[in-house]
C-alpha cells in the first residue's frame, strides 16, 4: 500500500466512523422524540399522566400496555392507576394501539435513551413503569436545581459524564460580584440522577440543544478536570426564570 493509498483509506475510516456516529445520535434523537410525542398524546387526554406501565415479552419483544398511572402521592404510596386499559368510554381507549406502537419502536435499539425512562414496576410482577417526560425540561431542571440551590441562575452541563451530569451551578450574588459557579452542587442523589436523564436529553434533542446550551467561557473548570472547559460537549444550560 502507497502512502497515498494509506492516508486515503485513513480519511474514509475517520469518515465512515463520524458518519456511523452521527446516525446513532440520529436514532437516539428519533427514539426521544417518539416518546415526546407519546407524552403529548398521553397527557393531552389523560392531563395527569406519569407513567405507562406495561410488559415487553416473547422473542420479538412484542409490547403489553396495561394501563397509565399518576404520580406517587408519598414514598410508602402506590402510584394511582388513571387508566387501565379497559375503562369503557376513556379517551385513552382512542390511542391503546398507538402507545404500544411507540413504545415497541422507542425501545427497539439496545442504545436508545428511552430506556432511562424505563424502571421495573414494584406493583406488578413482571410489569415495567415508563416514565413519561415532562413537557418542559428546561423548566424541570430549574425546579430540581432551586431545591437545593435556590438562587440558581444556570447550570455547568457536561455529556459526557453519565450523558448529562451537572456539574456546577452559578448562583445570583447578592454583593454584586460576578457570579461564580458552585463547583460540588449540593445536590441529593436521586436529585443528581434525574438530571443526568434530563440534561442527556437535551443533549440528544438538537431543537432542545439549540434552545438551551450555550457556549462556556474557557476559563470554567469544574472537578472532572480543567481540561473539559474547552470541550465543546460542556455547555451552559440557563434556567428559566421562577
Known amino acids: 500500500m502507497t502512502p497515498a493509498t494509506h492516508d486515503a483509506v485513513a480519511i474514509l475510516a475517520q469518515q465512515r466512523e463520524d458518519l456511523a456516529l452521527a446516525l446513532r445520535r440520529a436514532e437516539q434523537a428519533h427514539c426521544l422524540s ?4 407519546l407524552a403529548a398524546k398521553v397527557r393531552a387526554r389523560c392531563p395527569e399522566a406519569v407513567y405507562v ?3 415487553r415479552s416473547g422473542e420479538d419483544r412484542t409490547v403489553t400496555v396495561y394501563g397509565v398511572l399518576g404520580e406517587q402521592p408519598s414514598p410508602l404510596a402506590a402510584c394511582p392507576w388513571l387508566w387501565d386499559g379497559t375503562e369503557t368510554g376513556h379517551p385513552l381507549n382512542e390511542i391503546d394501539s398507538d402507545v404500544i406502537l411507540d413504545i415497541e419502536y422507542a425501545l427497539l435499539p439496545p442504545t436508545s435513551p428511552a430506556w432511562a425512562l424505563v424502571r421495573r414496576s414494584t406493583g406488578m410482577d413482571g410489569s415495567w413503569l415508563l416514565e413519561l417526560p415532562p413537557a418542559d425540561r428546561a423548566a424541570r431542571v430549574a425546579e430540581l436545581i ?4 435556590p438562587a440558581a441562575t444556570a447550570v455547568i452541563v457536561d ?3 453519565g450523558g448529562g451530569r451537572v456539574v456546577g451551578v452559578i448562583e445570583e450574588q447578592t454583593d454584586g460580584k460576578v457570579p461564580a459557579p458552585v463547583a460540588r452542587p449540593r445536590l ?6 434525574a438530571l443526568t436523564r434530563l440534561v442527556a436529553q437535551v443533549f440528544l ?3 432542545l440543544a439549540d434552545r438551551h446550551l450555550r457556549p462556556i467561557q474557557r476559563d470554567v473548570t469544574h472537578h472532572y478536570g480543567s481540561s473539559a472547559s474547552v470541550s465543546d460537549q460542556v455547555r451552559l444550560l440557563l434556567l428559566p426564570t421562577a
Open 34 to 37: 417518539i416518546i415526546d410525542h
Open 53 to 55: 406501565a406495561f410488559d
Open 205 to 207: 434533542l438538537p431543537p
Open 188 to 193: 441529593s442523589r436521586e436529585c443528581d440522577d
Open 159 to 161: 455529556s459526557r459524564a
Open 146 to 149: 432551586r431545591g437545593h440551590h
